[in-house]
């Protein structure tokens, strides 16, 4: 599976932006995507995830309500909707792949996944 994130820039305090993530190289329905982050000294953290079959999503608890992930079939693309950003949302975004699994708590860790995107860096201006 390859994965090409796209989407980052430069944008104000309270500015929207959607990132991209586009898939290819296998048949998707049975993998799960992940959207993580890293900001300059600090560790990476989960941002949301969501499954290729079900759609079903999973978000980090402080993303809740600000970033909503979602996938477009027709295109293997996935999407992080940001809103409502802030200058503590400056980061690298990346996005991964891996199998779906059952047991779900693993979509939230970086290091279950099996494929990863090159990262585009958002950086949010206050």
């Known amino acids: 599976v390859q994965l090409q994130a796209s989407g980052g820039g430069l944008v104000q305090a309270g500015d929207s932006l959607r990132l991209s993530c586009a898939a290819s190289g296998d048949t998707l329905s049975t993998y799960a995507m992940g959207w993580f982050r890293q900001a300059p000294g600090k560790a990476r953290e989960f941002v949301a995830a969501?499954?290729?079959?079900?759609?079903?999503?999973y978000y980090a608890d402080s993303m809740k309500g600000r970033f909503t992930i979602s996938r477009d079939d027709a295109n293997n693309t996935v999407y992080l909707q940001m809103n409502t950003v802030a200058p503590d949302d400056t980061a690298v975004y990346s996005c991964a792949a891996r199998s779906e699994t059952s047991w779900t708590a693993r979509y939230f860790y970086a290091a279950s996944y099996m494929y990863w995107g090159q990262g585009t860096l958002v950086t949010v201006s206050s």
């Open positions: 969501i499954t290729w079959s079900a759609g079903t999503t």
